[in-house]
């Protein structure tokens, strides 16, 4: 089990990704997993699928919106109150953002996505190094995108706001190395889950086309063969997590089956 005895924050607790990664770290043999997201609902999803797992992992619910400091800090003191420590913090809060070119785009949205995904992000990191430090260990992820690497027609806000955030991340990585604390990013690609049907279920009848050959036309570019499944991206950002991962920091993994490949 890649987090036995861990005490686990996840963010961002929504359907697809983020329920994923809260269930899998029960799997993974977590002690406790803190889970938070602006919409309270959202939170008993994950923890009924932790249960239909079979799972009796203790789970904390704190409705939680990023952006806001005061409420990431009350996050991280319930989930010591609750469990004593916090081993790791998930990262996956985000927006999307209007999809929109960038000449007419609107730049107070773009405001509004920096607000979670690079303020918000790192309004929930500081607030876990203060524990991290006091144990001498502990380990961020940051659920990132492949759009930072390929960019995507009309998500210029959104590559932005994560593009922000690898800096962020490189920064991060570099001055709390010294006490411990490892943070790394996943870069994510396409992912089939909820979030990507759905899209795909509006886009299919907006162009008069079908969900299956949408995901056909996608996956000729996968090397792999398929859109991934997240609950398997989940498992690269629980690799990043565990002590398997004890000599890493700073790097950044792509998981998009090859679609994009750095040299």
Not at 155 to 164: D, E, I, L, R, T
Request: charged share 20%; net charge negative; with cysteine.
């Amino acid at each position: 089990m890649l987090l036995k005895d861990k005490i686990v924050i996840v963010s961002g607790i929504g359907p697809g990704l983020g329920i994923e990664l809260s269930t899998l770290c029960a799997k993974e043999g977590a002690a406790g997993v803190a889970v938070c997201a602006r919409t309270a609902s959202k939170l008993d999803e994950a923890e009924a699928a932790i249960r239909a797992e079979g799972l009796d992992t203790p789970v904390l619910k704190v409705p939680t919106d990023v952006s806001d400091r005061a409420q990431c800090d009350a996050l991280v003191a319930k989930t010591v109150e609750r469990f004593g420590r916090v081993d790791v913090l998930i990262n996956s809060a985000y927006v999307p953002g209007q999809f929109t070119p960038v000449e007419s785009a609107d730049m107070d949205d773009w405001r509004k996505t920096m607000d979670v995904n690079l303020f918000g992000t790192m309004n929930l990191s500081q607030a876990v190094i203060p524990p991290m430090k006091q144990q001498g260990k502990g380990a961020m992820v940051m659920v990132n995108t492949m759009v930072t690497r390929k960019p995507l027609a009309y998500q210029a806000g959104y590559g932005a706001s994560k593009a922000a955030l690898i800096s962020a991340t490189s920064h991060l990585a570099l001055e709390l190395g010294r006490y411990g604390i490892r943070v790394n990013s996943t870069f994510m690609g396409w992912m089939w889950g909820p979030p990507v049907e759905m899209y795909m279920q509006m886009e299919a009848k907006r162009n008069n086309t079908t969900v299956e050959a949408m995901r056909k036309a996608v996956a000729r570019n996968i090397p792999l063969g398929d859109i991934p499944e997240d609950g398997d991206c989940a498992k690269a950002v629980i690799f990043l997590a565990s002590d398997y991962a004890c000599a890493v920091t700073g790097a950044c993994l792509d998981v998009n089956g090859g679609e994009f490949m750095p040299h």
